[in-house]
């Protein structure tokens, strides 16, 4: 029986690719999750299932574990799930952590948090970074850029757009940079930072760079795409995402996520720790890309 870790949402996104890397290196996993279980879905069988509560239940939840992976965040305020409230969450976990004599904490942040960003989001997670340091616990900080994968959401959703609606706006000179990072680097970062006792900070980013539009266009002719890709002023263009969410019963993108995105804060500045590159993975998952819309709040708010 290998050590066990600690994963929060291994049955949703990067969570569940930071569970299998573990249990592909011999570890025992325990999951917090506000998710029922959920026999038909591949890890249900092989890790170990506890509800994620932020109360003091963390104790038992975490009790015997080595390392905690915490993944939990929230995309966008809806309802009492806002930025104050993961906030506040996340210390209560890193207390809780650090109190039951977890040995290291590997957090998800995101690349360019700052305490002063105008962007609730990115100034949210540098209070959790921050309050990570003052919990004494050993640390890795991961700070992914914009994570692909299967199960993703976002480029899932603009490979939806394109191939189902005739007209693709994008906000702006679409010149502004992401470097994305597949989503196995980026579960195999988070494991490799889990060694040692050195607390590190490391953004988890692809090898490329890709300006927006460039980024768009790569996915339009991936998935066969007829749509026309037009440039629009970003309040046009958020109008057209309002107007899709409303139809889809989803929220599309947030005025926020288009301003931090149009700002350049999904790309790293430091040597790329990610080697999946994004257009080989496009082109090799393009079949199934966007065949099917993925709600953010079907997914992730009516739990
Ligand atoms: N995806 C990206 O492109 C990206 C980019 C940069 C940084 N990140 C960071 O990477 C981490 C993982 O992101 P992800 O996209 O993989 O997220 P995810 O799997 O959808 O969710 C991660 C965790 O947060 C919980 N969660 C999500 N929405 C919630 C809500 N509304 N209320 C309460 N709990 C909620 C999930 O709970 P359940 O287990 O119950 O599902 C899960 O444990 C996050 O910290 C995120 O900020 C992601």
């Not at 009492?80 to 040995?103: C, H, P, Q």
Request: glycine letters at 8%.
């Amino acid at each position: 029986m290998g050590e066990l870790d600690v994963v929060t949402g291994a049955f949703s996104y990067t969570g569940r690719h930071i569970a299998e890397a573990l249990l592909a290196r011999g570890r025992r996993v325990r999951t917090l999750t506000r998710r029922p279980p959920d026999p038909s879905h591949p890890l249900a069988d092989r890790v170990e299932v506890v509800p994620l509560a932020f109360d003091d239940s963390l104790a038992e939840s975490l009790r015997g574990a080595d390392t905690l992976y915490n993944t939990y965040w929230v995309r966008f305020e809806r309802g009492d799930s806002t930025f104050d409230r993961a906030v506040e969450n996340t210390t209560t976990l890193s207390r809780a952590a650090k109190l039951t004599g977890i040995r290291r904490i590997v957090h998800i942040s995101v690349a360019n948090p700052d305490e002063h960003s105008p962007f609730p989001y990115f100034r949210g997670k540098a209070q959790t970074e921050e309050a990570l340091r003052e919990s004494g616990l050993s640390y890795a900080i991961v700070r992914p850029t914009l994570v692909f994968g299967p199960e993703d959401i976002l480029v899932n959703n603009i490979a939806w757009g394109l191939r189902h609606v005739p007209l693709f706006l994008l906000a702006g000179d679409g010149r502004y940079e992401v470097q994305p990072v597949s989503v196995r680097d980026t579960a195999r970062i988070c494991v490799e930072a889990s060694a040692g006792e050195d607390d590190v900070v490391l953004d988890a980013a692809g090898p490329e760079r890709w300006a927006f539009e460039d980024f768009v266009r790569l996915i339009a002719r991936a998935v066969g795409s007829r749509a026309w890709i037009k440039h629009a002023p970003s309040t046009i263009a958020l109008g057209a995402g309002r107007i899709a969410g409303l139809a889809l019963h989803d929220v599309v993108l947030t005025r926020d996520e288009l301003d931090a995105l149009a700002a350049g804060l999904l790309v790293s500045h430091e040597p790329p720790l990610g080697r999946d590159r994004f257009d080989t993975w496009v082109t090799e998952n393009a079949r199934l890309l966007g065949r099917r819309y993925t709600s953010e709040l079907a997914r992730n708010f009516a739990t």
